[in-house]
């Protein structure tokens, strides 16, 4: 992933309540250019706080050191997270941050949404390699909720699940359907979901989700 130039960061977060009670740190080459209203550190921060409890879930606290790395910043289309677009057109920039320490890496993706001066409003989106936009992933989450809270509660888990990555199956084209696997867990059990996008003639996207063995 094209890496954007920024200034290294590298420095403890001991602030917030989410934070104050775990060793967590941020670093990597953070998009100076987006932190309009507020500093780099204050961003970075505020994208920490934001991925915490999700990240909590995924590798839970093991008394190893938490970092989280920024590994990359593209202006990307706002419906296909594949296609690179220019800043100065229609998008969305989205960061990717790995998750590192206590038990396996994990890749987070937030959403940045520029406001001119103001602080950028952030959004996490789901975690792993998907390439659907916010809108579609938050069409494609209600369905896999449904579907993994369902097996949940059949099964006795009372708890919510949460998803835990995601990764292509099928290689998405213009126009054409394609797949991907997403990780829901709950109880501490991660059941794997097939989800299907295929374009319609009316110009939406019909999302289709089943188990994937």
């Given at each position: 992933?094209?890496?954007?130039?920024?200034?290294?960061?590298?420095?403890?977060?001991?602030?917030?309540?989410?934070?104050?009670?775990?060793?967590?740190?941020?670093?990597?080459?953070?998009?100076?250019?987006?932190?309009?209203?507020?500093?780099?550190?204050?961003?970075?921060?505020?994208?920490?706080?934001?991925?915490?409890?999700?990240?909590?879930?995924?590798?839970?606290?093991?008394?190893?050191?938490?970092?989280?790395?920024?590994?990359?910043?593209?202006?990307?289309?706002?419906?296909?997270?594949?296609?690179?677009?220019?800043?100065?057109?229609?998008?969305?920039?989205?960061?990717?941050?790995?998750?590192?320490?206590?038990?396996?890496?994990?890749?987070?993706?937030?959403?940045?949404?520029?406001?001119?001066?103001?602080?950028?409003?952030?959004r996490?989106?789901?975690p792993?390699?998907?390439?659907?936009?916010?809108?579609?992933?938050?069409?494609?989450?209600?369905?896999?909720?449904?579907?993994?809270?369902?097996?949940?509660i059949?099964?006795?888990?009372?708890?919510?699940?949460?998803?835990?990555?995601?990764?292509?199956?099928?290689v998405?084209?213009?126009?054409?359907?394609?797949?991907?696997?997403?990780?829901?867990?709950?109880?501490?059990?991660?059941?794997?979901?097939?989800v299907?996008?295929?374009?319609?003639?009316?110009?939406?996207?019909?999302?289709?989700?089943?188990?994937?063995?």
């Amino acid at each position: 992933m094209k890496r954007t130039i920024a200034a290294f960061l590298a420095f403890l977060l001991a602030s917030g309540a989410a934070l104050a009670d775990e060793n967590v740190s941020i670093r990597g080459n953070f998009p100076q250019q987006l932190a309009r209203g507020e500093t780099t550190p204050q961003m970075a921060n505020r994208i920490a706080v934001l991925l915490i409890n999700l990240d909590r879930m995924v590798a839970p606290p093991c008394g190893m050191k938490r970092i989280f790395e920024f590994a990359g910043a593209d202006h990307v289309d706002a419906e296909d997270l594949s296609v690179r677009t220019d800043p100065a057109q229609p998008g969305v920039w989205r960061l990717v941050v790995i998750g590192n320490g206590c038990w396996s890496d994990r890749v987070h993706n937030v959403f940045v949404y520029p406001r001119g001066n103001q602080p950028a409003e952030l959004r996490l989106g789901v975690p792993g390699r998907t390439v659907a936009g916010p809108r579609l992933q938050q069409q494609a989450m209600q369905l896999v909720f449904r579907e993994a809270n369902g097996i949940a509660i059949r099964s006795g888990c009372d708890e919510g699940a949460y998803i835990a990555d995601s990764s292509v199956r099928k290689v998405r084209r213009p126009g054409q359907p394609w797949e991907e696997v997403w990780a829901a867990t709950a109880c501490e059990v991660k059941r794997k979901f097939l989800v299907m996008y295929t374009p319609e003639a009316s110009g939406k996207m019909r999302i289709g989700v089943g188990l994937f063995d």
